[in-house]
């Protein structure tokens, strides 16, 4: 086994590195304050390629690979994890459908300004009543001939506002269950389509989420990914490439709170010596580098088996279920050691806590990757 990075991935995480340590660490505080989109910052990770990051260079894309996208993901969701997920949403469930599954003529009109970050996507599964199951969709996309008629709420959309395509599975035959399900490629600006008001959230602040409501729009029939009924097996598949960007994600999250609790640790005295000088804090920085390290190498397994061609659902819902564990527990230590400079917004590791939450919650909890981990052992 080799576990050595290519001069080229390690160029690319070294650009991340140096970008969330200069562009995104000195305003986030206040972005995550005042829940502001980061805006300036996306358009400068657009410049970067890491909007298209594994889409052909044909369709404006970067051409790299996936570990070399989990590399990017962990350095910037170090600093920013509001900023990070705008780049897994746009990279794993809006490229990556639009290339795997669309048609030539919307990989050009669709594909290409998504990819060189001249726009931004959305992924809109989740409902009220369904959250994230795509076999009970309420909203509905009647088959009208030339178009569908869309009715129906998403909610929990990230890049709801500043998105300007979006994905959206809906139920066009009740009766034939998943397979009367389709996903379709809709507009903003198209009547009857309007974006609710922003989430206040708990984390990741900056992130712009909202609820989207679908009042009679006509989408048009050329805007349809795949045939008629694909659009569960499109969510399915969509989601398994989701779940490495949320995995590295959480592993961003864990590593940057740990990085600063053994910093802390190094130079905050107790009782005459450094923090690390006391054996409970050395056992805990020893749990929270091997749990951090073991996230890391499921996150670059399943990474790994989709650059290969080979099956990764498993691996990709076993990174995310473990990463996000690990980074729940290894922001609350890292508040923990910090003591009371933990719960001040300062020292960052508080933010971290808040925003490692969210990654057991969004591209499916952690009991619904067990259950894909589960079906995929039971095969």
Not at 106 to 133: H, M, N, R, T, V
Not at 189 to 211: A, H, V, W, Y
Not at 217 to 242: Q, S, Y
Request: net charge negative; proline share 2%; hydrophobic share 40%.
């Amino acid at each position: 086994m080799y576990f050595e990075l290519s001069e080229e991935q390690e160029m690319i995480r070294k650009a991340a590195r140096d970008f969330a340590q200069n562009e995104l660490k000195p305003g986030v505080i206040e972005r995550d304050e005042h829940q502001k989109f980061p805006a300036e910052q996306v358009k400068m990770l657009a410049e970067l390629g890491f909007l298209g990051m594994m889409v052909d260079p044909k369709y404006n894309g970067s051409g790299m690979d996936a570990v070399s996208y989990v590399l990017v993901m962990e350095e910037l969701s170090k600093i920013d994890a509001s900023a990070s997920v705008v780049v897994s949403v746009n990279n794993s469930l809006v490229c990556f459908g639009l290339e795997a599954y669309g048609s030539e003529e919307q990989k050009e009109k669709y594909l290409k300004p998504l990819a060189s970050g001249e726009k931004i996507g959305a992924f809109c599964l989740s409902e009220p009543e369904a959250g994230s199951d795509a076999t009970s969709q309420r909203t509905t996309a009647i088959d009208m001939g030339d178009h569908y008629l869309l009715n129906g709420v998403k909610n929990w959309i990230t890049n709801g506002t500043t998105a300007s395509t979006y994905l959206v599975i809906a139920q066009t035959d009740k009766g034939k269950g998943h397979r009367g399900i389709n996903a379709l490629i809709v507009e903003k600006g198209m009547e009857g389509f309007t974006q609710g008001p922003k989430e206040n959230k708990l984390g990741i602040r900056g992130s712009d989420t909202c609820s989207l409501m679908f009042n009679d729009v006509k989408v048009p029939k050329e805007n349809r990914i795949g045939e008629d009924g694909f659009g569960f097996k499109f969510a399915m598949k969509t989601l398994d490439g989701g779940r490495i960007g949320i995995a590295a994600q959480a592993l961003g999250i864990a590593a940057g709170a740990y990085e600063l609790a053994l910093n802390y640790s190094n130079e905050r005295k107790a009782f005459g010596k450094p923090l690390s000088n006391h054996q409970a804090i050395q056992f805990k920085l020893a749990d929270m580098a091997t749990e951090i390290e073991a996230a890391r190498l499921l996150c670059l397994k399943a990474a790994w088996l989709k650059d290969q061609g080979l099956p990764y659902a498993q691996a990709s819902s076993m990174a995310k279920l473990y990463a996000s564990q690990t980074a729940m527990k290894t922001t609350v230590e890292a508040v923990q050691i910090h003591g009371g400079y933990g719960f001040v917004k300062e020292y960052h590791v508080e933010r971290l806590m808040r925003d490692a939450k969210i990654t057991q919650i969004y591209e499916g909890t952690s009991e619904i990757q067990k259950i894909v981990i589960s079906r995929e052992l039971l095969r």
